[in-house]
């Protein structure tokens, strides 16, 4: 589900652009700014790069996740509680110093899309994958400090970019056939 919400939102994004800027060029790509090397990455190359930074429970949704046996799935089936997820993603511009401008105006429209697309639903959104009931998409102000330390750990290199956190992935499924607990064991020797 994380893959297809955050590809969903980069779609939905680049449909945006691609309207606004008149172009058939992809400019937002789901991509690490730097490859394995740290090299950057060709597919952040002058585009907006949207990729993960963190993945937390919504700890305001949760339940109990203590899974209890469904008596209608079968013996050995555990249901289980949704898992909600937030999702931290930042959008970041990786556009080339020469064009550093342009990056800043495209960064700028798509902060001002993701606002004004705030609340994604099946209503308003008819592409939403099945099981997403809804998201919520808002800016996740981190303190200097920290963003510092996020850059450090994403190899060092700022560009200009927002951080955002997706409130809420949900991830379902039950558990089937549990071993059973082992009470005492034998040593061989």
């Avoid at 937002?28 to 993945?55: H, Q």
Wanted: charged share 20%; hydrophobic share 40%.
């Amino acid at each position: 589900m994380i893959d297809l919400a955050l590809d969903m939102v980069a779609k939905r994004l680049n449909g945006h652009l691609a309207a606004r800027l008149q172009t058939s060029d992809e400019m937002v790509s789901l991509t690490p700014l730097a490859d394995g090397e740290g090299k950057p990455a060709a597919s952040a190359r002058d585009r907006l790069a949207m990729f993960v930074t963190n993945i937390s429970e919504d700890a305001a949704l949760r339940a109990s996740y203590m899974p209890q046996r469904d008596a209608t799935a079968g013996a050995g089936v555990l249901k289980t509680q949704p898992l909600r997820l937030d999702i931290y993603f930042m959008l970041a511009s990786g556009f080339e110093a020469e064009r550093y401008k342009d990056g800043l105006t495209l960064l700028s429209a798509g902060v001002s899309y993701l606002r004004a697309n705030s609340m994604l639903t099946p209503q308003n959104c008819p592409e939403m994958p099945d099981g997403i009931e809804q998201l919520s998409i808002e800016i996740s102000n981190l303190p200097s400090e920290e963003m510092g330390q996020l850059w450090g750990n994403l190899g060092g290199r700022y560009v200009p970019s927002v951080h955002y956190k997706m409130r809420t992935v949900t991830l379902t499924g039950d558990i089937s056939g549990v071993a059973p607990l082992i009470e005492e064991t034998e040593l061989a020797g």
